[in-house]
């Protein structure tokens, strides 16, 4: 870390002129600059005072402490403030929060020195400073290798592009497809690869990238779900590239054999042998680090401009009797002319076939960018080097194509006899008629050993020297196989530390001063062995154009929907490119997949898809700000505005609920319950109403937990002064456009008969303010008490929950109600119900809610085999005829009702101990009128509205005697129910919150499944009608 504070230093002070001033009101401002030489630091100067400081960790860390002119508290901007912690293993410096900023003027800042004052607490700042100073010196000691844009890239992928496909196969492919078709290929590989460059440009300039590469970008920018999949494939399609230019290798080592007469084994095996041994030295180069990978490179280089300076030379060369036998005549014109046009030829003879041959040759693009956690400056070099890169390959490829094609014939037979006398009289055809050689028995029999067509190797024929021709190969062969062999490595390193994937992380680790990926070395040596073994370059090619296509297909891609989300984050340095370009290289690279092969590009795909709908499923808990999260953003934003404009239809309607859970995690049986009926149907909050001091656990926690327990419902805390008027703020406040609640759902309060008198009117209030749901369960719905102790006999615990996973956030900062936030309880309403009844005692029309939200329940899987049942009053006259009307009402509704159950008896009067019972719960409340004078009794009214005069009680009495009956024939017919729902009595103004209370807990007494008492807001939610 000292390295790069250094350097931040002095690229600082190239640019700016920096310097402080004086913090005195009585002198003008003293500024100081920078003194850019190693030897000295940063110079203060103040009245009065002076300070030096040698130490360049020190001349940083008091750089970034600069006070702002607000105040000596505040802090100026700087780098230090934005830097990735985790990204550079640093403790990252943070600027000083609101709260110390808001702290009360302290006398002792006046005039104190700047040095002083800081970004937080100045101990703080000293043991920050310690580590750096130690990060720095052991720095200086290991320093990694970092590699400038002309190494790094430019050099790297212009020996990646000038591979095994140049000297062995370019020659060929222009006899099959004709020079003007080769050139189509080379331009439609270079057209693929420099849109995918301009957007490796663009994706690499927006912010610093790390090790990774291709990997990193894609992930980073569409997120796990995609990067995760092309990682692998990319890494393997490297490896596999590796295997391609070792195999060149070996078939050129192999040919030199055999025009010597000398063989091991047989022409495959030979291949096979030589392959596996020149894998096994470029993996010990590999493993000797990028330092010496990187001079061999440079080797290679070197070798590779001679090659081609040979080769050129060699063109112009007059031609030896015994180089015309093979089909070399220099520049001829009727040569060129032949050379223009195809001569498709064997099972290979297609087109696209010639494509999916050298494309290959062009995948070298993506070298440079494959090691950016190796190059100093990636988001320089990488667009820089790339370009260049590709725009010298490309001349190089279209003048060794033409040349080649303007000098060789496509068929000779090496045979010096070949040769025709001035005045010749046999039969002669073709072109070497013309030029002085009678090929015509070789062509016609197709058995021609030499020429363009027939030799792989026509390139060391025509060139001046031709050992420097094999020496140029091996440069290339070599080059590109320990390019790739590094490159995959890398890639595989990265995605293994992300952890998307199991088992892969033995792979991660690194060593050494680069972080090698020894471990991932050795994976990629055994894969790029087994390919080698093929021993078959035209097999292979086609593979590795596949797997690249697909990840220059996602690369442009990643480009388009990053630029088209309008992310404010999406700010790459590099200009030239644009969105529809970067959409079509990735149409195009989708196309070519399956007209060079389809059955590969299917397969591709399959294992793409594969591997995407397996991260899909894990859901990884990282995030990277990916374009992905933007456009789900966009979407959002869209639809909701979109929605806005619609007006409210009653076929549309959905129960859209906030949920008084308090802390989720208290109440898991009512965010089970609610999550039941809305998942995937409606919006769902859970909200938390905070009194006092309470703290909140934090929201992304709360997140997390409801995510874990696979319920979709958003979070949100409020403080407010007391339950209504919190309640009243979040159905004000949550919500978006037509997303926000218009059912309030509450537990049942069980402790209402100890509670604060003020508290329970609060409480009785609010549930005038909405559509409302009450749910109560026989054992409550808090379980703090319950988690304290021994689990409540209606949770029993979850053991799917990860140990490790919960043990991972008991440290988070969340509320003491509950560090619980990883532990998942699970209620009832996660198991099956079987055919258990819900019981729907409709007693009062509330405009269909009460029906509405039993169907939607019935549609969960949990609750399929529910059998719905419909209780309503009656008399016993008229007791056919209105369940006729109500089993028309439900069947217009298109209600799969499985009875209609008419209460005859529901106006009888009900038990006498009921009554007695009833009668103990609401005398507490009661204000005897009778022992007062009628002024004290009203005063008492008015002091204690919640409480229940005896005149009250005798007017209402007959209310009360009917919520005892129902009670009772509730719990005669709903002893098996699985869930009960009852018509919530609407609290008429004059109702005392005490009385009212005392109806909704005789209402659900002694109801061993869970109640919930329900009341829509008297306008229907639901429709018989079409429009």
Known sequence: MGHRISKNRQAGTEIFTSGQFSMSEDTLPQYSTYNTSPESGITIEMPGDRVRRTSDVQDSRQDSRRPSIYSTKDAMPHLEFYANATATGRIRRSRPSLETLRKAFDNRECGSNISDSGTGSLSVMNEMGNESDECGSEGNTYQPVRFGWVTGVLIRCMLNIWGVILFLRLSWITSQAGIILTWVIIFMSVLVTSVTALSVSAISTNGRISSGGTYFMISRTLGPELGGPIGLVFSFANALACALNTVGFAETVRDLLIEYNLEIVDPVND???????????????????????????????????????????????PATPKKQSMGFFNYRSEIFLENLFPDWRGPDGSFFRMFAIFFPSA?????????????????????????????????????????VGACVVRDASGNMNDSLPLNFTEDCYGLGCSLGWNFTNCE?????????????????????????????????????????????????????????????????????????????YALCYFIALCFILIAELNTIAPLISNFFLCAY????????????????????????YSPWVALFGAVISVILMFLLTWWAALITFAIII????????????????????????????????????????????????????????????????????????????????????????HTANMAKWLTQRKVRSFYTAIKSASLREGTQQLLQAC??????????????????????????????????????????????????????????????????????????????????TKNIANHQIKTVFQTTQGKKTIDIYWISDDGGLTLLVPYLLTRRKRWRRSKVRVFITGTQQTMEKDRKEMMTLLQHFRLDVHDVIVMTDSEQPPFAKNIRRFEDTITPFTVSEGQVDEEIAQQQRKACPWKVTEKEREALRLKSERKVRLNEIIRRNSKHAALVLVSLPVPQSDCPSSLYMAWLETLSWRLHCPVLLIRGNQQNVMTFYCQ
């Not at 409550?780 to 053991?799: K, P, S």
């Open 271 to 317: 291949v096979r042998i030589i392959g596996s041994i020149t894998a096994t030295v470029l993996l010990l180069i590999s493993l000797a680090g990028m330092e010496w990978e990187s001079k061999a490179q440079i080797l290679f280089f070197s070798v590779l401009m001679v090659s081609f300076i040979n080769y050129f030379v060699g063109t112009v060369i």
């Open 363 to 403: 995948i070298g693009v993506l070298a440079g960018a494959n090691i950016s956690g190796d190059l100093k400056e990636p988001e320089v070099a990488i667009p820089k080097g790339t370009l260049l890169a590709i725009f010298c390959t490309t001349i190089s490829y279209l003048a060794i194509s033409s040349s």
């Open 553 to 576: 297909a996602l690369i442009n891609f990643s480009c388009f929907h990053a630029s088209i989300t309008n992310s404010p984050g999406w700010r790459p340095l590099f200009r030239y």
């Open 610 to 697: 594969f591997l995407f709908g397996y991260v899909a499923y894990k859901k990884p808990e990282v995030n990277w700000g990916s374009s992905v999260q933007a456009g789900t953003y966009n979407m959002a934003l869209s639809y909701s505005l979109s929605l806005a404009g619609v007006e409210d239809h009653v076929k549309n309607y959905r129960p859209q609920c906030l949920v008084l859970t308090g802390s989720p995690t208290t109440r898991p049986a009512l965010v089970d319950f609610v999550g039941s009926f809305t998942k995937n149907v409606s919006l769902m909050i859970c909200g938390n109403i905070l009194w006092g001091e309470e703290k909140t656990a």
């Open 444 to 520: 016609q029999s197709r058995d021609c050993s030499y020429g363009l067509a027939n030799n792989f190797q026509v390139l060391i024929q025509v060139s001046g020297f031709g050992p420097l021709i094999y020496a140029g190969i091996f440069a290339a062969t070599l080059s590109s196989a320990l390019a790739f062999l590094v490159s995959a490595p890398k890639i595989f390193q990265c995605l293994c530390k992300d952890n998307i994937y199991p088992y892969i992380g033995f792979f991660a680790k690194g060593y050494g001063k680069n972080s090698e990926p020894l471990r991932a």
């Open 735 to 816: 919500g978006l456009g037509k997303l926000k609640s218009n059912v309030l759902v509450m537990g049942f309060k069980t402790n209402w008969q100890e509670s604060e008198p003020h508290g329970l009117d609060d409480y009785i209030k609010t549930i005038y303010d909405s559509s409302f749901c009450v749910l109560r369960m026989m054992d409550g719905l808090d379980i703090r008490d319950e988690l304290q102790t021994e689990v409540n006999l209606t949770f029993e615990a979850d053991e799917a929950i990860d140990s490790e996973q919960q043990n991972s956030d008991a440290n988070l900062d969340i509320d003491n």
